[in-house]
Nanobody, 121 residues
Framework: QVQLVESGGGLVQAGGSLRLSCAASGRTFSNFAMAWFRQVTGKEREFVAVISRGTYYGNAVKGRFTISRDNAKNAVYLQMNSLKPEDTAVYYC?????????????????WGQGTQVTVSS
């Protein structure tokens, strides 16, 4: 059974940093695209970043967030710097079953349970 488990969320002041982790089990994702999305209650899920053969970012986080992966640990990370109150959301880790990069959440087969990130002003 495939599982994605996020960790690292929490409360941080504006301008601060957090590092989210996503540990995958049940399948090796080293050759597949993995991504981070975020969602605010009542709004659509928003693309944040994806890593496959390269990395791609949503416009709202470009230059502040960095996605990376450790294939030996079957894990993906999201380093978030210069956080803003508008970054407050539940952050989800997601994985595809191939290496093709897509930014729509409908392209992802596996999802974690989410981790809350709250940025205070």
């Amino acid at each position: 059974q495939v599982q994605l488990v996020e960790s690292g969320g929490g409360l941080v002041q504006a301008g601060g940093s957090l590092r989210l982790s996503c540990a995958a089990s049940g399948r090796t994702f080293s050759n597949f695209a993995m991504a981070w999305f975020r969602q605010v209650t009542g709004k659509e899920r928003e693309f944040v970043a994806v890593i496959s053969r390269g990395t791609y970012y949503g416009n709202a986080v470009k230059g502040r967030f960095t996605i990376s992966r450790d294939n030996a640990k079957n894990a993906v990370y999201l380093q978030m710097n210069s956080l803003k109150p508008e970054d407050t959301a539940v952050y989800y880790c997601a994985a595809r079953d191939n290496a093709v990069v897509v930014t729509s959440d409908r392209g992802y087969v596996y999802w974690g349970q989410g981790t809350q990130v709250t940025v205070s002003s």
